[in-house]
């Protein structure tokens, strides 16, 4: 299974790297990935009408020639609605595509013309269900018309007809429920798409590591949980991280502002075989428009934009997110908007972990204000993690995550870690290994104080620093420098001066044999 996951990673990525050509990593990211989403889609429905047919001796494909076809594809349609929350026809599965893509092959002309069909009728088939708002303008991002694809029709038809073609000789084993190599690939390929987009790629994407430890912080002590949800959930990876964590997610909730990560959010959620009747995300902007009103979470992760500008409407202060606060994060720095806004969503019995940029431990004025009143009048803040600079793709500023629960089971102290200094160098980024991640994790879970690395500050000590959270004030990791052995210094400058006598004397030796 690890071997057939490996080459799948390889096959996609190497597809997407030698076939994107000019276009950036965040572009053809869109196009590759609704590709194989594409593909999925197709090789799942097909799969799942074998099954049903398997009894009547015929296949899907069969259908496409069946005396009785319109029988029994009117029953089929129905039943995979309900089932799997689409339906295709048996002429649009991949494989029949992907032999139109060939330059000189039959169809090729229509190529685009049945790909954009295709993608209609997958919307068509679940208008008026249940799984409507999670299919409706999924593949809406992917323009097949765009000239970054090439400048003429033969061009894009050329480029999408290879990309079909690669594809279809990949055999996705879809058959095989026991593994989620799929769902991992993709992943895989987000990660490595993520890593070459530059600072576009925090928009869409939190390394791996830094959701490994979100995810095993809000799932500390549980196996289960009834929900989980993250405001700023971009491809929706964090969200599928957590449910790796535990035995079952009840419920997937997100929101995310931009459409085409929307869609890639949706995309991987059905991918991992999220059912669409398990997962409710929405597309608009969290601050400004929450689309999960009156609802709560067990489980609540995110990383949010840093610093991001907000529109701090003091209209917002009569808003049950904000208005216990007194005051608003500041329009150019919408940190403590995203924390409060989380913890209006917290369960009583949840867990919230989110990453912030360092500022928002220390910084004053409002925020200031907002940090006093969480862990002084409400008592929500349960610890500060240190992450080490340079973690994140497209920024190298320090950051921290912030843990809260609103009933702790040690409300008479916050844990503070400092995991600053402990990293792993690769190329230009700085990344967590499996032993650091542990030790943070390990270190949450037992409270434990351990020299130079985390200290479980009392609310008095944090009160006597003015609710300033900055963590070199609770965990000192200040090394002193070994003593000077002025003795040893003073006899290594006399050997060197020694040293230097004699190569001048041997300098002046060859220079008096020159003539010189």
């Given amino acids: 299974m690890t071997d057939h996951k490996q080459q799948l990673q390889s096959q996609l990525w190497s597809i997407a790297n030698d076939l994107r050509g000019n276009m950036g990593a965040d572009e053809f990211r869109d196009y590759i990935l609704g590709f194989i989403f594409f593909k999925y889609l197709r090789e799942k429905v097909q799969l799942w009408a074998n099954g049903l047919l398997k009894e009547d001796g015929i296949t899907f494909k069969d259908l496409i020639s069946h005396p009785d076809k319109e029988e029994y594809l009117q029953g089929l349609e129905e039943d995979a609605v309900g089932a799997l929350g689409?339906?295709?026809?048996?002429?649009?599965?991949?494989?029949?595509?992907?032999?139109?893509?060939?330059?000189?092959s039959a169809g090729h002309e229509s190529l685009i013309q049945d790909l954009e069909t295709a993608f209609r009728d997958i919307e068509q088939s679940v208008a008026g269900a249940e799984s409507e708002d999670d299919f409706d303008g999924l593949f809406d991002e992917i323009s097949l018309d765009s000239t970054k694809l090439g400048k003429t029709d033969s061009a894009r038809r050329k480029l999408i007809g290879k990309v079909l073609i690669h594809l279809d000789k990949i055999d996705f084993q879809l058959e095989n429920t026991e593994i989620d190599v799929l769902g991992d690939a993709y992943e895989y390929l987000i990660s490595q798409f993520a890593s070459g987009a530059g600072k576009k790629a925090g928009e869409f994407y939190t390394p791996q590591e830094v959701s490994s430890i979100l995810s095993k912080i809000v799932t500390t002590g549980k196996d289960r949980l009834k929900s989980v949800y993250d405001p700023t959930c971009g491809s929706g990876s964090l969200l599928l991280r957590v449910a790796k964590e535990v035995k079952e997610v009840g419920m997937f909730y997100g929101q995310e502002m931009n459409?085409?990560?929307?869609?890639?959010?949706?995309m991987n959620m059905i991918l991992h075989d999220v059912s669409y009747r398990f997962f409710d995300i929405k597309q608009d902007d969290t601050l400004e428009r929450p689309q999960h009103d009156g609802q709560v979470f067990e489980a609540i992760v995110a990383n949010p934009p840093f610093s991001a500008k907000w529109s701090a409407d003091s209209l917002k202060l009569d808003e049950p997110r904000f208005g216990q606060y007194g005051k608003l994060a500041p329009s150019s720095k919408a940190d403590y908007a995203f924390v409060t806004h989380m913890l209006h969503h917290l369960d009583d019995s949840g867990t919230m972990?989110?990453?912030?940029?360092?500022?928002?431990?220390?910084?004053?004025?409002?925020?200031?204000?907002?940090?006093?009143?969480?862990?002084?009048?409400?008592?929500?803040?349960?610890?500060?993690?240190?992450?080490?600079?340079?973690i994140f793709y497209g920024t190298s500023i320090p950051t921290c995550i912030m843990v809260f629960k609103k009933n702790r089971k040690y409300d008479d102290a916050v844990l503070f870690i400092d995991a600053s200094n402990e990293f792993e160098k690769q190329k230009n980024q700085n990344y967590l290994k499996a032993e650091h991640i542990e030790k943070i994790v390990q270190t949450y879970r037992d409270r434990e104080t351990m020299d130079k690395y985390s200290y479980s500050a009392t609310l008095d000590e944090i009160r006597e620093n003015d609710y300033n959270l900055n963590i070199p004030r609770y965990v000192d990791t200040f090394e002193e420098e070994e003593p000077v052995d002025l003795k040893a210094v003073q006899a290594e400058i006399k050997e060197i001066d020694a040293e230097l006598i004699k190569v001048e004397e041997e300098l002046n030796g060859y220079l008096k044999e020159l003539g010189l």
């Fill in 353 to 390: 972990a989110l990453v912030l940029p360092h500022g928002a431990l220390f910084r004053g004025a409002a925020e200031g204000h907002i940090r006093k009143h969480i862990i002084e009048e409400c008592n929500w803040l349960d610890a500060v993690i240190g992450l080490p600079a340079n």
């Fill in 259 to 266: 459409p085409t990560t929307y869609n890639l959010a949706r």
């Fill in 86 to 104: 689409f339906f295709l026809k048996p002429s649009q599965l991949f494989s029949t595509l992907a032999a139109k893509g060939g330059e000189h």
